[in-house]
C-alpha cells in the first residue's frame, strides 16, 4: 500500500506546528446560543467546553460564533454577516479562554474587523472559510500579527449557495480558486509557512461534488501546503437529513479515514473523543508503512 503524508513546519505567531506526523485534531468550539452571551453560565459552560475538548485530545481548538454543528445534518445559522454580532459572541469567551486552556487558539470568521479584535486578544489562527474572497482587509489584518492562516473554499455567499450551478470540473475548479487565495495573501506579505488550505466540504457544492472532492483529496495533499478537512455537521456525508445522529458520527469517520489515507493533515472535528481513535489508527499505519520503507 502507497500511502503519504507529506511534513510540513505551520507557523502560528509565536510557535511552530509539525504536520505530517501524526494527525493534527482540532477540536471545534460553537459559542452560538440563543441564550444572551453575557449569561455566565453560559461562558462557564463555553469555557468548560473547550477544557474538555482539550482533554480529549485536541491539538487546536477552533471558535466558531454560529451554529454549523449545533443540529446534526443542518447549518441553522450559517454564518452572520457582521463584526458586531460576531463580536459580540466571541469576546466573552475569547478574553477568558487563554488563561484556561494551553493549545492554540483559532476563530473561524470571514470578517476583518472580527479577525483583528480576536487576534488583539491572543487568538493564534484564522480560519477564513471565504479564501480571503469577501473581505479584502482580512489578509492584511492576519499578516500584522503573522497569524497562522488556513484558507477555506467556497462558491460564494451561503445565501447563494442553494442557487449554484454544478461545478463543470470540480476538482480543478477548486484547485485553481485555493491557488488564487494563496496569490492573495501572499500579496498582502503572508508567508506560505503559515498557510493550511481547506477545501471546504459542502459550502456550495452539491453531494456528488463533495464525493469527488473526498476521493481526489490526494491531489491537494500531496500539494504544496498542508491539507485541514472539516466534516462535522456536513449533510452530504449521508443520504438523508433525517438520519439519526449514529449515522452522521459513523459516516463522518468514516470520511476522516478516507481523507487521512489520502494524506490530510489536519482533521477538524466536534467530536474530538471519537475522530482521536480513528486518527490514532491511522498514525499506526502510516507509522508501520514509514518503517517498511526505510527499517533503520
Known amino acids: 500500500m502507497e500511502l503519504v503524508r507529506n511534513r510540513f513546519s505551520w507557523k502560528i505567531r509565536n510557535q511552530e506546528l509539525v504536520l505530517g506526523v501524526r494527525t493534527i485534531l482540532m477540536g471545534v468550539l460553537d459559542v452560538y446560543s440563543p441564550k444572551p452571551v453575557k449569561d455566565k453560565e453560559w461562558i462557564e459552560h463555553v469555557l468548560d467546553r473547550a477544557i474538555q475538548l482539550e482533554r480529549e485530545g485536541s491539538d487546536l481548538l477552533d471558535i466558531q460564533p454560529f451554529g454549523e454543528v449545533s443540529e446534526w445534518g443542518k447549518q441553522s445559522t450559517w454564518p452572520v454577516s457582521n463584526s458586531d454580532e460576531e463580536l459580540r459572541r466571541l469576546v ?68 447563494n449557495w442553494s442557487k449554484l450551478l454544478p461545478l463543470s470540473d470540480p476538482i480543478s475548479g477548486i484547485g485553481k480558486d485555493l491557488q488564487n487565495s494563496m496569490a492573495r495573501a501572499r500579496e498582502a506579505g503572508i508567508d ?59 459516516a463522518e469517520m468514516a470520511a476522516a479515514s478516507a481523507a487521512l489515507l489520502a494524506g490530510v ?20 499505519l502510516f507509522g508501520s508503512l514509514e518503517q517498511e520503507i526505510d527499517p533503520d
Open 92 to 159: 466573552p469567551v475569547v478574553k477568558k479562554l487563554r488563561s484556561r486552556i494551553d493549545i492554540p487558539i483559532c476563530v473561524t470568521t470571514h470578517l476583518a474587523d472580527t479577525a483583528e479584535r480576536v487576534l488583539e486578544l491572543g487568538v493564534d489562527v484564522i480560519r477564513d472559510w471565504s479564501g480571503l474572497c469577501v473581505d479584502p482587509r482580512m489578509a492584511t489584518v492576519v499578516n500584522r500579527y503573522d497569524a497562522g492562516l488556513v484558507l477555506g473554499h467556497a462558491r460564494g455567499e451561503p445565501k
Open 265 to 284: 493533515h489536519i482533521l477538524r472535528v466536534a467530536d474530538v473523543e471519537k475522530q482521536s481513535y480513528v486518527a490514532q489508527f491511522l498514525d499506526r
Open 192 to 250: 506560505p509557512s503559515r498557510i493550511v488550505l481547506d477545501p471546504g466540504f459542502e459550502h456550495g457544492k452539491t453531494t456528488s461534488e463533495n464525493l469527488l472532492m473526498l476521493t481526489n483529496l490526494d491531489l491537494l495533499a500531496n500539494s504544496q501546503r498542508p491539507v485541514l478537512v472539516s466534516f462535522s455537521g456536513k449533510r452530504f456525508l449521508t443520504a438523508s437529513v433525517r438520519s439519526t445522529q449514529d449515522e452522521f458520527q459513523y
